[in-house]
Structures are given as structure tokens and as C-alpha cells.
């Protein structure tokens, strides 16, 4: 990388295709560039002017529009005075005009207007302040009574009024004049724009041109001039000469050409050279090759004969293992099924204790269940004997209604007695009959819920009774059922050291199977080493018979390489 781009910033670098092909890219891609930036910037001048300029315009067109619209309703206004004349149309009149005045000043104030507008907005002015001093001067007369001199005054400023219309629109027309002279300002503007986004498009596309031109120039000549070379070469003519006044790269590419050619005619030298001396060495290899495989088949006989005997003691030792690993596996298994006693045994002494636990859990809150059980019966009693006292109270109700009847029928024969007085009090005394009577019902009504709920008590107290004696029974099962859970707990002790006894027996056994297994093992493997070495000396020396006869026929097919060989590097022209 560092020495091409040395190449290319030396003095040379056009000497090459690359450099021609960069130029021509860099010339293209700037004037793209200018091109885009010359319609850009078309594009944003022209979108900026006609944004001033038409909001310029937007703005005078309303100005004047709003400002005809309020003339046309000043002067309605001012007419409507004349024939009903009141406050509120004369502040409306002047309101109008003073709004007149602000839109005259702020069309005055806009940019960019012409002298013709300055012009008429001055007439318009004129016009607009002469009709205003007519109408008032009217508005005057018809104040103090002179109505005949008003209307010939408001007549008189009718044809002012026609004219500052026409004014008015005269504006417009002035607006929609320089519409057109802005719209075609613009459309030269974007004419002459666009000529030159014409020009040098045309120089971009001709520089296109010129650069597939030369490049298929530069291209070309060279790459047939390559093409006859490789055919040259392929035809078996390796005396090629490659010109080298050519751009860069394809200099480049002749040289190696020359090169491989030169390489091909050294190597086409040393192949004739090699060929005599493969031919030469063949022969002789064929003759060894013969007595190689007359002494490999004597050795192949007797190896067969040592792997026989060495296969049958293979043999003997191989079942005399599997028995011993039988004896393991039964030993394996015996320490598994100990181990297995064992870990039961763990979990019933696990569960024992969970379950003792529980237990003596479900038996402590018994003991509070009764305590609660006791507890309640005495409430109970007490309720019981609550309950008498509200049968007393209920009876002491009852006997105050009947006294309470009896005085309020008392009451009601000496208000009969009292005749007309006595009513109200006759009233009173009907009432508090009434409320005797209800107090006796509702005694009544106590008295039967009371004597209701001492029936329930009573069954509640005989429930309680049968629950003492249920927890009391289910109270003594607990304390059996601990005292068997402990008695479970010791023997699983006892099974579980026993099988602990039985495991280490059979560890230390099924150590001394390992050890005669492993010696076992050890003959075994050397007898089957001997067979195996008895076998790959037999296989290695039927392999080297069979080599050997490939070698002989490698040999052969060698010399007619060789000879082959001969005949194709004397059809090269060197």
C-alpha cells in the first residue's frame, strides 16, 4: 500500500490506469458536486424571494382589502347616521375612521413599495379625510336642526366616495402589477439558473464519454496483446517476448508473462534431465522389489502359528475374569441393598421423630383445647345464671306495666269524670295505657328468648361435657402413640448398625475381588498384547508383500511415466 501510493503522488502517476481512472472520477465528482450545489442554491433563492416577496405582497393585499371593506362600512355608516341619527353611530363613524387612518399608515410603513403606490395611497388619504370632514360637517347640520343643508352636503361627498373606490381598487390593480413583474423576475431568474445546471451537466456527461473512451483504449490493446502471449504459452511456444511500453499495471502483468515463460523453459530442461534418471532407477527397483516379497511370506507363516496359541490363552484368562466380575457385581449389589437398609432406616427414624414431634405437638394443644373447653363451661354457667337474673328483670317489668295499666285507666275515669277539661288529659292517659301495654308485650317477648337461650345453654354444657371426655381419650391415644414411636426409634437404631456390619463386610470383600480382578487383568492384557504383536507382525508382513508387489507395479508404471514424460517435453519448443 505504502508503495503504491508513492507511485501515485511521484510525477509518474498518470502513467498508470489507476491514476487516469482517479482524475477523471475526481474531475466528474466535482462537477456533480457543482451541479447539485448550483440547483441547491437555484432552489433556495428562489423559494427565499418569492417568500419575501409574496409575503410582502400577502400583506399590502390585505392592508388594502381590510381597508376598502372598512371605507365601504365607514360610509354606510355616516348614511345611516343621516337617517336615524344616534350616539352610537357617531362613536361608530369615528372608530371606523381612526381604524382607516392606522391601515393607511401601515400600508405606508410596508417595503419595497413604488412610487405609484406612495402616489395613491396619498390620493386615497386625500380622498378619505375630504369625505370624512363632508360627513361630519353633515352630521353637524342635522345636529341643530338643519336637516336640508345636511343632505345636500352628504350628497355632495357621494361622488368623493366613488372616487376613493375607485382609488381603492386602483391600489390593488398596482398590487397585482407587481405580482406579475415579481413573477417574472423570478422565472428569469430560474431560467438563467437552470442554463447553467444545463452547461455543466453536458460537461459532466462529455467527460463521461471521454473517460469510457480512453479507459477501453487503455484497456483493450493491452489485453489482446496478453491474450496472443497466454496462447503462445498454451500452444507449447514458451519463446514469447512481452512489450513493456504500456500503462503500469499491464507492465506489470508482461513481466510476470516473461518471467513465467522463462521459468517454464528452465523447468522444461530439468524435466527432460529427471526423466533419463527416473527410467534408470525404476529398473532396479523392480528387481529388489521381487526378493522383498519372497522373505515377507516366510514370515507371515510362522507368526500365524504364535498368534493361535496366543489367542487360546487370551481366551482362558478372559472367562476366568468375567466369574470374578460376577463376584463383584454380587458384592456390589449386597453393599448397595446395606446401604440401602441403612438410608431406610434413617428416614423411619426421621419420620419417628417428625411424627413424636407432632405428636406431642397435637398433645400440648389438647391439654389447652381442655383448659378452653373448661374455661367455657364456666362462662357458660355463669351465662346460665345471668340468665335467671334477667328473668327477675323481665318479671319486674311486667308487674310495673300492670300497675302502669292500672294507673292509666285510673287517669281515664277521672278524666271522664272532668268532662270537657279532662280530655287532653283523658288523651294522655289512653297513651300511656298504650306504652304499658307495649312494655308488657315486649316483657312477654324477653321472657321467651330467655327461657329459649337457657335451652341452648343447657345443650351447649352437656356438648362441652362430651368434649372433655373426647379430649381425654384422644389424650391418652397421643401418649400411647409416643411411647410406640419411641420403641420404633430404638430398633431402627438396632437394624441400621447391623447393616452398617454387613456393608463394611462386604466392602473389604469386594476389595479382594478388585485386586484379583486386577491381576487377572493384567495377564489377560499381556496375553492379548502377545496375540495382537503375533498379528500385526503377521498383518505387517502381508502388508509388506503387498507393498512390495505394488512397489514392483509402481515400478513399471514409473519407467512408462518416465518415457511419457520424454515424449511431452520433446513437443515444447525451449
Known amino acids: 500500500m505504502r508503495r503504491q501510493l508513492a507511485r501515485l503522488s511521484g510525477t509518474r502517476w498518470l502513467s498508470t490506469l489507476r491514476g487516469r481512472l482517479i482524475l477523471s472520477s475526481f474531475v466528474l465528482v466535482g462537477l456533480i458536486a457543482a451541479a447539485t450545489w448550483i440547483g441547491y442554491a437555484t432552489v433556495e433563492h428562489l423559494t427565499r424571494e418569492i417568500g419575501s416577496r409574496f409575503s410582502a405582497l400577502s400583506e399590502s393585499t390585505r392592508i388594502s382589502t381590510e381597508m376598502e371593506d372598512l371605507l365601504l362600512t365607514q360610509m354606510v355608516t355616516a348614511e345611516a347616521y343621516i337617517a336615524e341619527p344616534s350616539p352610537r353611530t357617531a362613536a361608530e363613524f369615528e372608530a371606523l375612521g381612526r381604524r382607516a387612518h392606522e391601515l393607511r399608515q401601515a400600508y405606508r410603513d410596508l417595503p419595497a413599495l413604488t412610487a405609484a403606490e406612495l402616489t395613491q395611497i396619498a390620493i386615497v388619504e386625500d380622498l378619505h379625510s375630504t369625505i ?86 487503455w484497456i483493450s490493446a493491452p489485453l489482446a496483446r496478453l491474450t496472443l502471449a497466454a496462447e503462445q504459452i498454451g500452444a507449447g511456444d514458451l519463446r514469447v517476448q512481452m512489450e513493456q511500453e504500456q500503462l503500469q499495471e499491464f507492465s506489470t502483468l508482461a513481466g510476470a508473462f516473461g518471467m513465467m515463460a522463462t521459468r517454464l523453459q528452465t523447468l522444461v530442461s530439468e524435466t527432460a534431465e529427471i526423466s533419463e534418471q527416473i527410467a534408470v532407477s525404476a529398473s532396479d527397483l523392480s528387481s529388489i522389489s521381487e526378493e522383498v516379497a519372497a522373505s515377507s511370506e516366510e514370515v507371515a507363516t510362522a507368526m500365524v502359528e504364535i498368534t493361535r496359541g496366543a489367542e487360546s490363552q487370551s481366551y482362558a484368562l478372559r472367562e476366568t475374569t468375567q466369574a470374578i466380575e460376577e463376584m463383584g457385581r454380587s458384592a456390589l449389589e449386597i453393599s448397595a441393598a446395606s446401604q440401602s437398609v441403612t438410608g431406610l432406616g434413617l428416614q423411619i427414624q426421621e419420620v419417628a421423630a417428625r411424627s413424636r414431634s407432632e405428636v406431642s405437638t397435637a398433645l400440648r394443644m389438647l391439654l389447652e383445647v381442655r383448659e378452653v373447653v373448661q374455661h367455657s363451661g364456666r362462662e357458660i354457667t355463669e351465662l346460665e345464671q345471668s340468665s335467671a337474673q334477667i328473668d327477675r328483670f323481665v318479671e319486674t317489668i311486667t308487674g310495673i306495666a300492670r300497675q302502669t295499666n292500672l294507673l292509666a285507666l285510673n287517669a281515664a275515669i277521672e278524666a271522664a269524670r272532668a268532662g270537657e277539661h279532662g280530655r287532653g288529659f283523658a288523651v294522655v292517659a289512653d297513651e300511656v295505657r298504650k306504652l304499658a301495654e307495649g312494655s308488657a308485650q315486649a316483657a312477654r317477648e324477653v321472657a321467651l328468648v330467655v327461657h329459649d337461650t337457657r335451652a341452648k345453654i343447657k345443650g351447649v354444657v352437656s356438648t362441652i361435657e362430651r368434649g372433655k371426655e ?47 480382578e486386577r491381576v487377572l487383568s493384567e495377564v489377560s492384557g499381556t496375553a492379548e498384547s502377545h496375540a495382537a504383536s503375533a498379528e500385526e507382525v503377521s498383518a505387517a508382513a502381508e502388508e509388506q508383500s503387498a507393498a512390495t508387489q505394488e512397489f514392483s507395479a509402481t515400478s513399471v508404471q514409473l519407467l512408462h511415466s518416465a518415457e511419457r514424460m520424454k515424449l511431452l517435453v520433446s513437443g515444447l519448443q525451449v
Not at 373426647?470 to 414411636?485: K, T
Not at 426409634?489 to 469386594?510: E, F, P
Open 132 to 217: 370624512e370632514v363632508e360627513y361630519s360637517l353633515a352630521h353637524a347640520l342635522l345636529d341643530i336642526g338643519r336637516e336640508g343643508e345636511a343632505l345636500v352636503q352628504v350628497e355632495a361627498a357621494r361622488p368623493r366616495s366613488q372616487a376613493l373606490q375607485t382609488a381603492i381598487r386602483k391600489i390593488g390593480s398596482l398590487q397585482a402589477a407587481k405580482v406579475a413583474v415579481t413573477a417574472v423576475a423570478l422565472d428569469r431568474m430560474g431560467d438563467q439558473r437552470s442554463t447553467w445546471l444545463l452547461v455543466v451537466c453536458k460537461i459532466a456527461v462529455l467527460l463521461v464519454m471521454l473517460t469510457t473512451y480512453f479507459t477501453r483504449r
Open 470 to 516: 373426647r379430649v381425654a381419650g384422644v389424650e391418652e391415644v397421643s401418649r400411647s402413640a409416643d411411647q410406640a414411636l419411641e420403641q420404633i426409634i430404638t430398633a431402627v437404631d438396632g437394624v441400621c448398625l447391623a447393616a452398617d456390619r454387613v456393608a463394611g463386610t462386604v466392602t473389604h470383600n469386594y476389595v479382594a475381588i478388585q485386586q484379583v
